[in-house]
């Protein structure tokens, strides 16, 4: 056995500065990296345990809820779904799942693997879920214990209603289980008010936090379903009887080794959020997304979804007749550190998915998105005018600046 | 419904600088910290996949393993724990499971969440594992599929032989399960030469990086066996078959979005593991161990584990008769920064836990740890000089240096 030394020499690794557009992460916000990098602590250390406390207020403020059960899960944003499933699925549960892109697929997966039976409600790649069927679905399965959709599906950047969905579910007597992994800090999110019962989130998307966070809230509904499971929850690890033994109000016990410098990220990115206020968050990915909208219209390319289910951080185009999906992807990478998202599953090589999350949303990256992107199909032949896209996002914030300037004078 | 703003007002959070020498997380080193700080690339960035390779060929480095199958996962390392069964136990499956200590009882709690039977051989706490006991329920389970055991037990700071009771499992014709959470960078650990199967570990125990990642190894029997599964395994997100997509040497696509920062991390802890050496980092926790042995039994303290079994990275003492566990750990921690770790358990509030691990584990810290506690003890009545145990451990360090000058001009 030769173990003694790698062939390859390594180094200390030293990654370039890009530009995140794709479909997060989303480039963190400096504040946020350095609050990552401040020196460790123990997991029960009275002061990150008080932090802890803050980070749950924070969660609370982000997710427009009072649910006692709000914390981020020590995982990715699939852990976070998984462990909704796990929790509020029971061997034989009947669960209606909407798939209308990946992450729905992903869903029945998770309830499979529960021992549940999926019922599944399709629409089509880049359509919002459609209630009617929803209620069609209930209606043919009165005894479905469980809604589980997607609010805004990554794969195609479409949202789909998470408040009528949820009522639905409720008038039928069963509990929501929803995704919202990209419209958490992007785009309207009301979890109390829309009576969303169990919602799972990732850090590295809107929140523009370090990837590897789930920040994850649960109604009382959902809460006492879960207390009043007939099984254990499968999975040792995300089995919430057990983790709130750690972030619960009580007397906090160990569980595992929480992600300490994660979460200090985490509580500094959700302190940012809450400096701007959720509702100017939501209003600034609209603004720069229109921006961003007629500058890729200017190019000529053409939305997977129709406008009134758009989500602003996500935009999914059609990549042109004749253009090389990698060529061009590479090409930002090389030239302008530019990573935009490629499409997924039915959607690889035809679609090219522009997102703008978090701090990534900004003015500066939009201009520089529709520039690197006009001189890059410019130079492979497609007929593009350099120039053309920046100006019509010109003109949007010019429109912007000149109706806040009216407002304000009002 | 009131989520405007939270009634107290929160702030940045900034820790103080502890000195960790509880049972993890350890302290990070500098390089590490700025490691991890650095930007965040996509997870498919063809920089960061190279990054992935090396971080690959690193953990086998650490490992002493050539398993192909050798990646850190994206969680703590109950994730880890977790990953290994439930990919190698199926519904029915019989797994003796070795229990002397906390994480023995967190594995039974694994195989039945998995559907399997658990035989367990009971070893009182802060005893090794007995190998006869293994060999006689092997007699008395000859189904058994798999032998699960804890190489080095945190909450006891006790090592089993994982090389005598690997083999006890192969003669049976059984896999291992092998947690090397605490023992991984910190005693002898050697997969190849021993035939451990299927092994998990943590980031922040001696490898001294950030908490939430939990570097794997699996032998080709444990990959072979992964595939001939009859049953899905039942968690999505750990399912091997699904990570290999991400992890694997063929083309990479899409799993979950790995926890950029904190692989860049490890990534660098793992270097300065290999820039010491591997076997250079055992010595030296060997040699610091014997250190802080010294000043600990100064004061008066008693192990509870017989000195051939005894972890040098976990150092298990008993509290001394008429002190308060609680508040000798609160004065270390106010006056000196210092976290100490309590008892877990049966063992709660009757010993105290002294790790020295990784980057945590230098002579300064050794020096601070016996001076802190022994001013304290001294403090509170407790029949202690002063400078005793500080003058215990001098010696042993006096004494490794003629020894190592000896060795030099020999």
Redesign the interface.
Known sequence: ???A??A?R?????????T?L?P??S??HP?T???????????L????VE?MD?LK??L??AY???NALTFPG??????G??TCFVNLVEPGDKVIVCRNGVFGG?MI??V???GGTPVVVEDAWGEPVDPQKVEDAFKAHPDARILAFIQAETSTGCASDARTLAALAHRFGALSIVDAVTSLGGSELRV??WGLDAVYS?S?KCLSC???LTPLTFSEAALARIKARRH??????MDLNLVLEYWGNTKRT?????????L?AL??AL?LL?EEGIDNAWTRHQRHHAALKAGLEAIGLRFVVREASRLPQMNAVYIPEGINDLDVRRRL?ADFNL?IG?G?GPLAGKVWRFGLMGYSCRAENVMLCLSALGSVLADMGYPVEVGHAEAAAHAVYAAQHAEAARNKHK
């Open positions: 056995m030769n173990t030394q790698p390859k390594i180094h200390s690794f030293h990654p370039p500065q890009r995140l794709g997060g992460p480039d963190i504040r990296i350095a609050a990552m990098g401040q020196p460790v602590v123990g997991y250390d009275p002061i990150f932090m803050e207020t924070l609370r403020y427009r809820t009072e020590s995982g990715p944003g699939s852990v779904m998984e992903r997966e998770n499979e693997r529960c109390d008010e990732g590295q370090t990837p590897g254990k929850v499968q999975s040792w690890f160990y569980h595992h080794t929480a992600p300490i410098n994660g200090y509580h500094e302190l809450r990478l990573e490629a997924l």
